[in-house]
């Protein structure tokens, strides 16, 4: 995939693809994709995520063993969807604390008023996820619940 090709993507930020062609998805509960459908869409060396969305511009389709990406009936590009496993591929992607007292103006996590992780849970996570053999990094993020200090205990 071009590098145009995946600024265009990102612009969009969504596709319409059948979700039975998408396997385990997951809901982001960090950045500017949380609390929507989401799911990696992976061509060449270059990786995407984008939303499951119904009204977007880009379609998709399976042809063969890929997903073909269109644009106005035009293909923009040909790959795969990639297996997350924990909402990322190759990755224990995980967030401490789903809420925030911040109100960033990229970031929906302060409207989701999610969970706030227990260390316990966390070593769980990352135990299961180097279970499966497919973890290559663990990436840890969190909102701030009640207070920048509290956090950092």
Known sequence: MKPETKAELIAVGSL???????????????GPGAGKTAFF???????????????SPLKAVAEGDEIV??????????G?????????????????TEKCIFDCKFCPVPKLNGKVK????VV???GEANATGKMKAI??????????????E
């Open 139 to 152: 990436s840890i993020t969190t909102g701030v619940d009640e207070s920048v200090e509290k956090e950092l």
């Open 16 to 30: 319409d693809i059948e979700p039975s062609l998408l396997g385990k998805i997951t809901v982001p509960t960090a």
């Open 80 to 96: 795969e969807i990639e297996e997350e496993l924990i909402h990322c591929p190759d990755q224990a992607y995980i967030n401490m």
């Open 118 to 121: 227990t260390i316990e849970e």
């Open 69 to 78: 990406i269109t644009r106005d009936g035009k293909e923009i590009a040909r």
């Open 41 to 55: 869409f992976r061509s060449g060396d270059q990786r995407v995520r984008l939303a499951l969305n119904k009204d």
């Open 124 to 126: 769980t996570l990352i």
